[in-house]
Every structure is written in structure tokens, then in C-alpha cells.
């Protein structure tokens, strides 16, 4: 979603505002754990702070389809997402900001905070997860801590 900055730029208004409903392209989708992104509701705005910056606003509402950590069922997770970020307009690193032709894309900003929302693991809390079945269990291993053999020697060392 391409948002013309020449009003800005010109002096003509103080701030650009926009909503939409966009969708993420299916082989964006696959590259990720993410089973199936619903329309992404997006509202902002984009302000001018000086001739080389601006602040963008932006709110991300959408459902995304993951799998369940342990038993690999589809469950819905909500995204909702605040973004406040300065763009420098003359950066020349962040190829994602880049305004080109006084046009920003929004898209890779909201794909990329979309993505960062994926938790690493996620499990259903509705119902009960199976943990045995015929022939198989589910085994919790108890490990020590890493440090419980250093918390032994200073034990010793605290009783000479």
C-alpha cells in the first residue's frame, strides 16, 4: 500500500491518514509458521516532524492461523499491533523505508511487524491435551538447573 507524501511535502495538509483491509500474498504466508493470515485491518496516520523525518502511527488488527505446539491442531491467535515510528527520509540503510518518489509502502512495515508477532510456541488452553494414548506417553524429564553443582561447591565451601 503505496501513500503519496506530496501533501505533506508541499505544505497542503499536516497530516495523512489512511485505512484499509490488504492481504499478504500466500508465498509470504509459506515462509513463515504461519498457517493462514486473515484480512489485515490497518489505520495510521503520517505526520511531517521536520524536512528530514516523519512519524507514522499505524494500528494492525487481523487473525492469524498457527499450530498448536504439541498437538500440531490449527488455533487462531489475534494480532493487534501499535506502531510509532520515526522515518528518516533520507536513510539510505533501510531499504524496507525507503520513500521513493515521495510514495511510502507501508506493506513491508506492517508484514514485518505482523511476523514479529509470531510466538514461538503457542498450546490450546480450551480442552485438556492427551498425554498418554495406546502404547505411548508423554514423559516430563526432570533435569537439574546447570547451576545446581555450583550451588553444591559453595555449599561446601561455606561449611569448612
Not at 497542503?12 to 486473515?38: G, H
Not at 524536512?51 to 488455533?75: Q, R
Not at 489475534?78 to 527520509?89: F, S
Request: proline share 3%; hydrophobic share 35%; charged share 35%.
Amino acid at each position: 500500500m503505496k501513500i503519496d507524501l506530496n501533501p505533506l511535502f508541499n505544505g497542503l495538509k499536516k497530516e495523512i491518514t489512511f485505512e484499509d483491509t490488504i492481504s499478504f500474498q500466500e508465498k509470504d504466508v509459506k515462509k513463515t509458521s504461519i498457517k493462514k493470515l486473515d484480512k489485515v485491518k490497518i489505520n495510521g496516520s503520517i505526520t511531517k516532524i521536520s524536512d528530514e523525518s516523519l512519524n507514522l502511527k499505524m494500528n494492525i488488527n487481523s487473525s492469524m492461523t498457527l499450530e498448536d505446539s504439541i498437538t500440531l491442531e490449527e488455533m487462531e491467535y489475534p494480532v493487534n499491533v501499535m506502531i510509532n515510528k520515526i522515518i528518516d527520509i533520507n536513510a539510505e540503510d533501510e531499504e524496507y523505508y525507503k520513500i521513493f518518489q515521495n510514495t511510502l509502502d507501508i506493506l513491508p512495515i506492517v508484514w514485518e511487524n505482523i511476523v514479529l508477532e509470531v510466538p514461538l510456541r503457542i498450546v490450546k488452553e480450551e480442552k485438556e491435551t492427551i498425554l498418554e494414548g495406546n502404547g505411548w506417553s508423554l514423559n516430563k524429564v526432570e533435569s537439574n538447573s546447570p547451576l545446581s553443582d555450583l550451588k553444591e561447591l559453595l555449599d561446601m565451601e561455606e561449611r569448612r
